[in-house]
T-cell receptor, first 116, second 118 residues
């Protein structure tokens, strides 16, 4: 079974500082991807960053970067220079294929508050 | 290019009524996924469809729930005889055609439909 665990239900950070959100996962699949999605109060799910499991290089997208440790099955998200608009729920997700299907398995999320 | 459109945004039903949730995928996308989000939880996979085909419905309750993605028109998630436990946010996502058998197809999400059952 595939599982995703986010151990920090809530976090807060001061504007302009850096924060790291944790995520661990478990899968027996060899071909998978990992995602971070952001869900602001509007409820819209917004893709933040994507990591291919077979790539050792950590993905980066502007102020967002990941620390992907494949052996440890860890996939943390670092947000640099935090902005008020980063306040949202952040979900880590595992994307895998199985029997012709493809689906996402989500963690329970981390609520991030950026304080002015 | 318009994003994934879901309607209605909010739907209120009384116990025993039917709920129909609609999802129009992004232009050019032929794959649709439905997820359910309970309060304080992450999204849970329900069903994966391609045009006129259900590919994977392993996450969908066996009774009262059905989904379709016809050749023309939006994808529909239908819940018959709703109960209070069906109250949740239902999200639809779409992705372009898969050219390989592997993972990594980005799923683009709609804003969700919040279903409230009285």
């Amino acid at each position: 079974a595939q599982t995703v665990t986010q151990s920090q239900p809530e976090m807060s950070v001061q504007e302009a500082e850096t924060v790291t959100l944790s995520c661990t996962y478990d899968t027996s699949e060899n071909n998978y991807y990992l995602f971070w999605y952001k869900q602001p109060p509007s409820r819209q799910m917004i893709l933040v960053i994507r990591q291919e499991a077979y790539k050792q290089q950590n993905a980066t997208e502007n102020r967002f970067s990941v620390n992907f440790q494949k052996a440890a099955k860890s996939f943390s998200l670092k947000i640099s220079d935090s902005q008020l608009g980063d306040t949202a729920m952040y979900f880590c997700a595992l994307d895998f294929t199985q029997g012709g299907s493809e689906k996402l398995v989500f963690g329970k999320g981390t609520k991030l508050t950026v304080n002015p | 290019n318009a994003g994934v459109m879901q309607n209605p945004r909010h739907l209120v039903r009384r116990r025993g009524q039917e709920a129909r949730l609609r999802c129009s995928p992004m232009k050019g996308h032929s794959h649709v996924y439905w997820y359910r989000q309970l309060p304080e939880e992450g999204l849970k996979f329900m069903v994966y469809l391609q045009k006129e085909n259900i590919i994977d419905e392993s996450g969908m309750p066996k009774e009262r729930f059905s989904a379709e993605f016809p050749k023309e028109g939006p994808s529909i998630l239908r819940i018959q005889q709703v109960v209070r436990g069906d109250s949740a946010a239902y999200f639809c996502a779409s992705s372009p055609p898969r050219f390989t058998g592997g993972a990594g197809n980005i799923q683009y999400f709609g804003a969700g439909t919040r279903l409230s059952v009285l």
